[in-house]
């Protein structure tokens, strides 16, 4: 289970997930709140601090993908997030 101390927010990055994703905050922080699939996918421009993917639901039953880094001291930074594609479904087992 991934340990996450408190979820920051930066208004470029919330703007993008809103407007162009239609994704909420609150959907985004029930992703990585609730029991998620989570993948390392690269590492981050700032050693320790790796950019990762969180496969989940949404309360409302949608299927969502998030990217993140993930701060040296559990703090999760939302960089990205929309409806999963077909591959992630299949990955996280919903296909």
């Known amino acids: 289970m ?6 920051i927010w930066k208004a ?4 993008k997930i809103e407007s162009k994703h239609h ?6 922080e029930e992703i990585l709140h609730d029991r998620k699939k989570v ?4 590492k981050g421009e700032v050693k320790g601090e790796d950019v990762y993917l969180a496969l989940g639901k949404s309360h409302t ?31 996280y087992g919903h296909a």
């Open 39 to 42: 993948y390392r996918i690269t």
């Open 12 to 15: 470029t990055f919330v703007e």
């Open 61 to 91: 039953g949608r299927y969502l993908s998030v990217f993140f880094i993930l701060k040296k001291n559990h703090d999760v930074l939302p960089i990205s997030a929309r409806d999963m594609d077909n591959k992630e479904r299949r990955k």
């Open 2 to 7: 991934l340990k996450i101390n408190k979820i």
């Open 23 to 28: 994704v909420s905050m609150v959907e985004v």
